[in-house]
T-cell receptor, first 111, second 117 residues
Framework: QKEVEQNSGPLSVPEGAIASLNCTYS??????FFWYRQYSGKSPELIMS????GDQEDGRFTAQLNKASQYVSLLIRDSQPSDSATYLC???????????FGTGTRLKVLA | GAVVSQHPSRVICKSGTSVKIECRSL??????MFWYRQFPKQSLMLMAT?????????EQGVEKDKFLINHASLTLSTLTVTSAHPEDSSFYIC?????????????FGPGTRLTVL
């Protein structure tokens, strides 16, 4: 059974701090990794994708991938109350486009 | 780019009726579309995967005769909930993949909230 694991939280950080969200996956053959943000009552929206080991930055967001450790993370710098949401880690099943989702980490940014 | 729409956004129906939900990729051709269901405070649950012109592949435990999926074109998939019952009340979300250069990325529609009375 291929798995993606996340700490469900809630993770509480003060406004302006760095929020660090973590995800581990079991399938060593996985090649691509996605972070989605889901506000309560809304559908997921894509934040970032990452394919290669190392860091990838997009504005206040940085995705980090370590395939050897089977670990992908999302850093949110200068966290804002509007970042309060559930963050989903998604990993396509090898050979398909079907995602395995983590349970999501609920982030609360305190004003 | 990569916009996915769903219609309707919200529907209320009586028990025993059928409801059709449309999912459209507005600016790309979606080779694969996915249908999810999400109950309050729970994770997304994949119901089925559909490819244009072929039968949908349903996840274990999802009744294919109750949740009819048609992927008629590269931009349109429909989910019909047949003989709906109150336990079918949920948030139904589609996603589409196939955008050139990002073929493994799923782009989600805004979702359809179904309430069955």
């Amino acid at each position: 059974q291929k798995e993606v694991e996340q700490n469900s939280g809630p993770l509480s950080v003060p406004e302006g701090a760095i929020a660090s969200l973590n995800c581990t996956y079991s399938d060593r053959g996985s090649q691509s990794f996605f972070w989605y943000r889901q506000y309560s009552g809304k559908s997921p929206e894509l934040i970032m994708s990452i394919y290669s080991n190392g860091d990838q930055e997009d504005g206040r967001f940085t995705a980090q991938l370590n395939k050897a450790s089977q670990y992908v993370s999302l850093l949110i710098r200068d966290s804002q109350p509007s970042d309060s949401a559930t963050y989903l880690c998604a990993v396509p099943t090898s050979g398909t486009y079907k995602y395995i989702f983590g349970t999501g980490t609920r982030l609360k940014v305190l004003a | 780019g990569a916009v996915v729409s769903q219609h309707p956004s919200r529907v209320i129906c009586k028990s025993g009726t059928s409801v059709k939900i449309e999912c459209r990729s507005l600016d790309f051709q979606a080779t694969t579309m996915f249908w999810y269901r999400q109950f309050p405070k729970q994770s997304l649950m994949l119901m089925a995967t559909s490819n244009e012109g072929s039968k949908a592949t349903y996840e274990q435990g999802v009744e294919k005769d109750k949740f009819l999926i048609n992927h008629a074109s590269l931009t349109l998939s429909t989910l019909t909930v047949t003989s709906a019952h109150p336990e079918d009340s949920s948030f139904y979300i589609c996603s589409a993949s196939g955008l050139a250069g990002n073929t493994d990325t799923q782009y989600f529609g805004p979702g359809t909230r179904l309430t069955v009375l």
